[in-house]
């Protein structure tokens, strides 16, 4: 117990300095002590009781000296605990390209100048956009830890790149920060694949099948084990999907719940949709004889030749060669590849086109909100337009 300079007991940790400072010390919860000072008694009563109280309601952190680096480390594992591991290699993914510039930094040094020059110096605005969420995230953690004192990473801009377009003589500067529709394919490029895969690869023509009928994303598709596809009541049950989690794709693979409520559903089949399945089932069945599939994995409709789970990318390689395999036959036809979160836009695209219900569209999409559904997955085709403009021919 501490005393003043002539000799009265101030209490725990509270003492008086030869120059008539008050000073208070305690140990915090990381062990190291902390030391605050005032000019009266009263005051540093106060002020210890107001440390040692946000000592124990703060984020875990070590100290408000910490660099970047160190912050990130700290808050990935504090504050994003119940992430999966997807999310947080995704979150260390978009920060290493941060690392270099500013990890080394200490957090109360870091300004919105400092950092924009990084952010600009990134290739893209896509880089700009992904790299500020998870900065901005560690910045608004750090605030409420009075880590920093405001938090600036809001009014990064993400924004720079532009195109530069000649017209008539005239150079046009156009902001090249729009987001791309996504591509909705025709008619005549689902009738061209078809045709391709269903005599060179009856695995992808399957998945294909599968994909524009249901307008499931791959992950569900690949996560999709032989108990989920009842035959009897021509329905799907989505209640997992396959996530890849080792480097480039290869590795280890797990299954993940859906991310929201939502995703957990039932899709009814259509007739098509119904025999790829049963066409899957022979593939797979043939595939088994020759050989073992993994521990936990040996019920996947969808697998390698060797009985292997696998991801997005391969299916991505196995269209891509589709594709080019089209082309050699038909040099004039231009197909392109597409991937499969392209024909989850297009089943929804035509779903709409059809009649379909958006509520009902909804359901069966996955989607918590409405608005996702109509925003980001329903497009119009340039025949659609067509036909509805035909509709005014009278009125003019």
Same mark, same amino acid.
């Given at each position: 117990?501490g005393?003043?300079?002539?000799?009265k #007991?101030?209490?725990?940790?509270? %003492?008086?300095?030869?120059?008539?400072?008050?000073?208070?010390?305690? !140990?915090?919860?990381?062990?190291?002590?902390?030391?605050i000072?005032?000019?009266?008694?009263?005051e540093?009563t106060r002020?210890l009781?107001?440390?040692?109280?946000?000592?124990?309601k703060?984020?875990? *952190? *070590? @100290?408000?000296s910490?660099?970047?680096? #160190?912050?990130?480390?700290?808050?990935?594992?504090?504050? /994003?605990?119940n992430?999966r591991?997807?999310?947080?290699?995704?979150?260390r993914?978009?920060?290493?390209?941060?690392?270099?510039?500013?990890?080394?930094?200490k957090?109360?040094?870091?300004?919105?100048? *400092?950092?924009? /020059?990084v952010?600009?110096?990134l290739?893209?605005?896509n880089?700009? /956009?992904t @790299?500020?969420?998870?900065?901005n995230?560690?910045?608004k953690?750090?605030?409420?830890?009075?880590?920093?004192?405001t938090n600036?990473?809001?009014?990064?801009?993400?924004?720079?790149?532009?195109?530069?377009?000649?017209?008539k003589?005239?150079?046009?500067?156009?902001?090249n920060?729009?987001? /791309?529709?996504?591509?909705?394919?025709?008619d005549?490029?689902?009738?061209t694949?078809?045709?391709?895969?269903?005599?060179?690869?009856?695995? +992808?023509?399957?998945?294909?099948?599968?994909?524009?009928?249901?307008?499931?994303?791959?992950?569900?598709? +690949?996560?999709?084990?032989?108990?989920?596809?009842?035959?009897?009541?021509?329905?799907?049950?989505?209640?997992?999907t396959? *996530?890849?989690?080792?480097?480039?794709?290869a590795g280890?693979?797990e299954?993940?719940?859906?991310?929201?409520? @939502?995703?957990?559903?039932?899709?009814?089949?259509t007739?098509?949709?119904?025999?790829?399945?049963?066409n899957q089932? #022979?593939?797979?069945?043939?595939?088994?004889?020759?050989?073992?599939?993994?521990d936990?994995?040996?019920?996947?409709?969808?697998?390698s030749?060797?009985?292997?789970?696998?991801?997005?990318?391969n299916? !991505?390689?196995?269209?891509?060669?589709?594709s080019?395999?089209?082309?050699?036959?038909? @040099? #004039? $036809?231009?197909?392109k590849?597409?991937?499969?979160?392209?024909?989850r836009?297009?089943f929804?695209t035509?779903?709409?086109a059809?009649?379909?219900?958006?509520?009902?569209?909804?359901?069966?999409?996955?989607? %918590?909100?409405?608005?996702?559904?109509m925003?980001?997955?329903c497009?119009?085709?340039s025949?659609? $337009?067509?036909e509805?403009?035909?509709?005014?021919?009278?009125m003019?």
């Amino acid at each position: 117990m501490g005393k003043s300079l002539n000799g009265k #007991e101030l209490g725990t940790g509270i %003492s008086q300095r030869k120059d008539g400072r008050y000073q208070a010390r305690f !140990i915090n919860r990381f062990g190291n002590r902390q030391t605050i000072y005032a000019k009266t008694i009263t005051e540093i009563t106060r002020r210890l009781r107001e440390e040692q109280y946000q000592d124990e309601k703060q984020v875990n *952190v *070590v @100290s408000s000296s910490m660099t970047l680096d #160190e912050w990130f480390e700290e808050w990935i594992v504090t504050c /994003k605990v119940n992430c999966r591991n997807t999310t947080l290699r995704t979150y260390r993914y978009n920060y290493n390209r941060l690392r270099e510039e500013l990890g080394w930094r200490k957090l109360n040094d870091l300004n919105l100048i *400092v950092v924009q /020059k990084v952010f600009n110096n990134l290739s893209t605005d896509n880089m700009r /956009k992904t @790299s500020k969420i998870v900065f901005n995230n560690m910045m608004k953690s750090a605030l409420k830890s009075k880590l920093i004192t405001t938090n600036f990473a809001t009014d990064i801009n993400i924004k720079t790149s532009k195109t530069v377009k000649k017209e008539k003589g005239k150079k046009i500067t156009v902001s090249n920060t729009a987001k /791309k529709e996504r591509r909705v394919l025709t008619d005549k490029e689902i009738e061209t694949i078809l045709q391709d895969t269903i005599i060179n690869n009856r695995k +992808l023509y399957n998945f294909i099948v599968v994909a524009l009928g249901t307008g499931m994303r791959s992950g569900e598709i +690949l996560g999709l084990t032989w108990d989920c596809i009842n035959f009897e009541n021509n329905t799907i049950n989505i209640e997992k999907t396959l *996530v890849s989690v080792g480097g480039n794709g290869a590795g280890c693979y797990e299954f993940h719940l859906p991310k929201t409520e @939502s995703g957990i559903r039932e899709i009814p089949m259509t007739k098509k949709v119904n025999e790829a399945f049963k066409n899957q089932k #022979e593939i797979k069945s043939s595939i088994e004889v020759k050989y073992k599939a993994r521990d936990d994995f040996e019920d996947l409709v969808f697998c390698s030749i060797h009985n292997r789970p696998l991801n997005t990318k391969n299916i !991505i390689r196995s269209i891509k060669t589709a594709s080019n395999r089209i082309n050699e036959k038909n @040099s #004039e $036809l231009s197909f392109k590849p597409f991937t499969p979160h392209e024909m989850r836009h297009t089943f929804a695209t035509k779903a709409i086109a059809k009649g379909m219900r958006p509520k009902s569209l909804q359901k069966i999409l996955g989607h %918590s909100n409405l608005a996702i559904t109509m925003n980001l997955y329903c497009h119009v085709e340039s025949e659609s $337009l067509k036909e509805q403009m035909s509709l005014l021919d009278e009125m003019v």
